[in-house]
């Protein structure tokens, strides 16, 4: 069995490692040096790095507590106080969307969801299946976020496209494909951090008097988003009926 000290002591080096694998693989990413998807198994494994630590300098605490008269108490608090740390700042990045289900693929209109007629043809793309997931991803998703619907505008179509691709780049995202005559536009949006790219269509619809929008982000890598491809619709709609 590891004498108390040694516990102690490799409750804090775990510590120090962790913490340097948390905020070495999101700064990786937003640099370029690594894939979003390294970076982000990098800060993964520095959270379950900052766990052990909790662990252990928990252990090194029991065996270096007072009554004992073992010396590195120390230490093992540094385990401890690291671990609790990334624990606490991860909880609190995540807070409700912690919650939300595991589905990468929002839209404004389950029912009759917007196509990707353009995204197949990028690289990262053509193995992907860009088909809209079903009635189980849009049964989840009205329950997550039922505030997503489609957006109605008193405006001619054309406007209303120019409006949709002004929007598309205040927020930043890439143009991939446009067609005024279809009401198309398709574009990517790369995520600040860990540089994951989704995608996104837009499809621009005359409905009478009332023209139509529906947008459909959907994530190219993990299974949920956090609640990402819903902030990205209500940021774009947010910017197109200010």
Do not use: C
């Amino acid at each position: 069995m590891p004498s108390p000290s040694r516990v102690a002591s490799s409750a804090a080096w775990i510590g120090l490692v962790a913490a340097a694998a948390f905020g070495i693989g999101p700064a990786l990413s937003v640099t370029g040096l690594v894939a979003g998807f390294v970076g982000f198994r990098i800060y993964t494994f520095g959270l379950l790095l900052g766990l052990i630590s909790l662990l252990v300098g928990l252990a090194g605490l029991w065996h270096t507590r007072a009554s004992a008269g073992r010396p590195g108490r120390a230490r093992a608090l540094t385990g401890v106080g690291i671990g609790l740390i990334l624990a606490a700042g991860v909880g609190i990045s995540l807070g409700s969307a912690g919650r939300l289900p595991a589905i990468n693929d929002i839209t404004t209109n389950p029912a009759d969801p917007p196509q990707f007629s353009h995204a197949g043809q990028l690289e990262p793309n053509r193995e992907r299946d860009l088909a809209y997931p079903g009635p189980e991803f849009a049964a989840q998703q009205q329950t997550a976020y039922p505030d997503l619907e489609p957006i109605r505008l008193n405006a001619a179509r054309d406007a209303v496209f120019e409006d949709s691709l002004a929007a598309a780049a205040d927020l930043g995202w890439e143009i991939t494909y446009r067609d005024a005559d279809q009401g198309l536009i398709e574009a990517t949006d790369t995520t600040a951090i860990f540089r994951f790219v989704d995608d996104v269509t837009i499809r621009i619809r005359s409905s009478g008097k009332i023209t139509v929008v529906d947008v459909r982000s959907k994530s190219r890598d993990g299974q949920g988003d956090l609640g990402a491809n819903a902030e990205r619709i209500r940021a774009f709609r947010e910017s197109l009926t200010e």
